[in-house]
């Protein structure tokens, strides 16, 4: 009667550890994967559309310059101008898309200290952009005349508009050093991510090929000591 007790004891004991063993392994499973989820919420909300945003707003700033560089050229067409114009307007767009990209992610601390530079950095550009696009309008009532540099009204003007695209150059060089260094920022933290993901999947694997191997390992084991021990009163 005594023997059968231990044997039931020891039985339930190897079911338990059998138990307990499958049981940490999946808890094991469970915390890694909760840890990649967190990785993957974190680049798809915060650095994907930040990456995005800061890109568009960078492309867009740069067809605007090359456009207003078009627009002040000699003997420019009535269809160069729409098109230019066009260009711009289309920026713009993106422009708005890539802001609103920015303001829908998660930012963290150091996100939002650098798009504070950005925006300050931005804003100046903005200002001097929009005297250009005021004054530009203008140019373009002379007709012909102005294009082609035959109408004496045309010329201050057109001096105006090459002195505001010099005097913004610096605000556009500044707008664009602050949107590259938050997009290297980010980056940099894309790649911190994509670091500590792989470490979690390279955990994560360890743990399965240990429970593949272990687990049959300790249900042989114990199937072989059981055996044994059943046998050996027979």
């Not at 999946?26 to 890109?55: H, M």
């Not at 050093?177 to 894309?190: D, E, F, G, K, V």
């Amino acid at each position: 009667m005594a023997k059968n007790q231990s044997m039931e004891a020891r039985l339930k004991l190897a079911f338990f550890g059998l138990g307990g063993l499958a049981f940490a392994m999946a808890l094991l499973g469970l915390r890694t994967t909760l840890v990649l989820s967190d990785n993957l919420k974190e680049f798809s909300e915060n650095n994907l559309p930040q990456v995005d945003g800061l890109w568009r707003i960078n492309e867009g700033q740069t067809q605007i310059r090359m456009a207003k560089l078009v627009l002040i050229q000699p003997n420019i067409t009535a269809d160069q101008q729409s098109e230019s114009l066009r260009r711009i307007d289309g920026a713009w767009k993106q422009i708005n898309e890539g802001f609103q990209l920015l303001e829908g992610s998660k930012q963290s601390d150091d996100d939002k200290r650098a798009m504070v530079n950005t925006k300050r950095a931005w804003d100046a550009w903005a200002t001097k952009n929009e005297q250009f696009m005021m004054l530009y309008p203008r140019f373009m009532a002379l007709g012909n005349g102005a294009t082609k540099g035959t109408d004496p009204a045309a010329a201050p003007i057109l001096a105006q508009l090459r002195q505001e695209l010099r005097e913004s150059a610096t605000q556009f060089k500044q707008a664009e050093t602050a949107l590259l260094a938050q997009t290297n920022m980010n980056a940099q933290q894309s790649q911190s991510l994509r670091a500590a993901a792989e470490a979690n999947v390279k955990t994560s694997l360890f743990w399965s090929l240990t429970a593949l191997v272990l687990a049959p390992v300790a249900a042989v084991a114990l199937a072989i000591y059981f055996s044994r021990s059943i046998a050996r009163p027979l």
